[in-house]
């Protein structure tokens, strides 16, 4: 005869730690209450791009278990809210919890975000002066015709936004408030996009970006000696442009070309199977090319 479980279990923090602990709990029979500080689940896992020593996708990992959590018939989730006193002896405890003010209806929230979009905090509720951006001649001759082509597109941001990065290799900030003026779209709306996608960049860039894969495939087969080789070469340190704005160097996860490890890229052009001794060359070519257009 199987014993019948009694009583509930709390588990604090639904990090991926605290939903694994309340799927095993609940699958065993217990009732489940998973608090969170925070107003939703998942923890710092879910916020990352790839997890050691795999370089499997986080979030691959973590999703059907918040999916798994969610459905739960033996799980009830507490977010946005704290652990107070709790009082009592092993096996019979009483906790006090103190759920803050999320300001919706849970109940009747479907996740439309449209309490975000009129939120009264963030949304002015009297008249503000309109200020008009001006633009230097130079910087509105590339920017009209990009807004020109997408103005009247469905989904237009975006177009427009990978365009003036390609244009100017970075996003300048006058330029934004002045997309933002054009289109009349919030300019926190804006930098939420241009902040989210590594492809934007709020900082000016080097006409030749060199980017050097530090996947595992990369690291392995002499990745790192490839960054000291180009730091040397061009003066800079990853991350940083060289002064004469022609050569930025980077960083990235993985190439998906683990059979030419290790390799480096610049602009479009790929290199694989480099080593320490292959990078002055490199640059050197770089170099020369762009000697070649300024004489």
């Known amino acids: 005869m199987s014993k019948k479980k009694v009583g509930s279990v709390l588990v604090v923090g639904a990090g991926i730690a605290g939903i694994q602990s309340s799927l095993d709990l609940a699958n065993s029979g217990f009732k489940v209450y998973l608090l969170e500080q925070t107003p939703a689940i998942g923890g710092t896992m879910a916020q990352l791009d790839k997890t050691f020593p795999t370089n499997d996708c986080a979030m691959c990992i973590v999703s059907p278990k918040l999916?798994?959590?969610?459905?739960?018939?033996?799980?009830?989730?507490?977010?946005?809210?704290e652990l107070g006193k709790v009082v009592g002896e092993a096996g019979n405890f009483k906790v006090e919890v103190k759920k803050n003010p999320r300001y919706v209806d849970e109940d009747k929230c479907t996740?439309?975000?449209a309490c975000t979009q009129n939120c009264p905090v963030s949304i002015a509720l009297y008249p503000v002066e309109k200020i008009y951006i001006k633009l230097k001649d130079e910087d509105l001759k590339?920017?009209?015709?990009?807004?020109?082509?997408?103005?009247d597109q469905k989904g237009n941001l975006l177009p427009i936004l990978q365009q003036i990065n390609k244009e100017f290799r970075y996003l300048p900030e006058d330029i934004l408030r002045y997309v933002s003026d054009e289109l009349d779209v919030h300019l926190a709306d804006i930098y939420n996009i241009v902040t989210f996608y590594n492809a934007f960049n709020l900082e000016p860039r080097g006409k030749y970006i060199v980017t050097?894969?530090?996947?595992?495939?990369c690291h392995v087969q002499g990745a790192p000696g490839l960054i000291e080789a180009l730091e040397g070469e061009l003066g800079i340190k990853v991350g940083e442009t060289t002064k004469d704005m022609n050569f930025t160097l980077e960083t990235a996860r993985c190439f998906g070309c683990c059979g030419l490890a290790p390799?480096?890229?610049v602009n479009e052009d790929v290199h694989g199977k480099l080593?320490?001794?292959d990078i002055p060359r490199i640059v050197k070519n770089y170099k020369s090319m762009e000697e070649k257009q300024d004489a």
């Open 111 to 113: 996740g439309c975000a």
């Open 142 to 151: 590339k920017v009209k015709p990009i807004m020109d082509k997408y103005r």
């Open 212 to 217: 050097v894969c530090i996947g595992t495939a």
């Open 275 to 277: 080593k320490r001794a």
């Open 263 to 265: 390799v480096i890229t």
């Open 67 to 81: 999916v798994d959590c969610g459905r739960h018939p033996n799980i009830e989730i507490i977010t946005n809210a």
